[in-house]
């Protein structure tokens, strides 16, 4: 018997639903399926009010986990690990950080090839990378990535995402399409169980090569590397200045963040969109270059 231990953080169940699509065709008689929350040992307030959501900015952004409960009931025996994580600021989400920083992940986890399974807004590309690093510390290996994306394009859910995290509303409103993936994105991930659940019953899994290539896991757009990268760094400094205003919920630290807020609103409605159209100009006369970086961040599944 073949056995896969599947763990995830998600607080309004959205990335739960892809981990359940994900497996609905994975276990069976042979294949014996675990799955495990990890749940913070002070949970996260859904939906999240302003102050307590950019609070958790500075620790998010520098990837400094948060205290987790330990798991029950597993051992080292699994033959594949699937983490479904959600991005929080351009990083693997806090609970997720702080578990893969745990004793118990690092026993858990070592040698062991892993999937991760992200469902996030619309940027996932740096906290993958981020991923990679902290799997790599504690010797996980790797083998492939799947990632879905808010429905709507990338300036839509701008607006929507903020919009349900903040309020819980995920309906469509004015022109805006409703917040979250495409419920057909979401049932269609049981194709990757279905294609895992061949490779467990070959072996294939033992050539610790990508086995969900050709099957659409991801699709990285080019074109917005550059802004994740300025914004990714943009994040670790403005953590830090937060971080030097206060301790959490304190009235310095709060207007820091008003600061803050306001800077990222105008970033996101001015320098955002003039950023993509000078992109988009730049990015005509390097289209070898940003093909090279699609593949190179699609990796190891590709599209
Ligand atoms: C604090 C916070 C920060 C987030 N930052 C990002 C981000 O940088 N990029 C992104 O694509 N999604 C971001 N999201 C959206 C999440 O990745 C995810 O789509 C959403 O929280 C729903 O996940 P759930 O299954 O946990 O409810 C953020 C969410 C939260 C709560």
Redesign the pocket.
Known sequence: MKKVLVLY????????SVVDSFVSKLGDKDIRVDIKEIKPLKP?P?P?SFYE?FD??PD?AHMRGCEVEELDGLDESYDLVILGY??????P?SPIVGFLKSNQAKKLLKDKRVITLI??????VM?QEKMKMLLGNIGAKLIDNVAL??QGKGIYSFVT?PR??LSGKKDAFWFFPPA?ILQSDIDSASKFGERLNFALRNDLEKRDKPLLKNLGAVNVNGKLIASEVIATRSFYIWGNIIDFFGKKKSLPRKIAISVYAIFLGLMVFTLVPINLLVRKVLNHFQKDRLIELEKKYEEPSGR
Not at 9 to 16: E, G, I, P, T
Not at 86 to 91: N, S, V
């Open positions: 953080y998600s607080q309004s169940a959205q990335l739960k996260y859904y999240w959501f958790e900015f998010a959600t991005i929080w600021f351009l990083a989400s469902a996030c807004r619309d940027m996932w906290a994306t808010d995402t349900w995290l979250g």
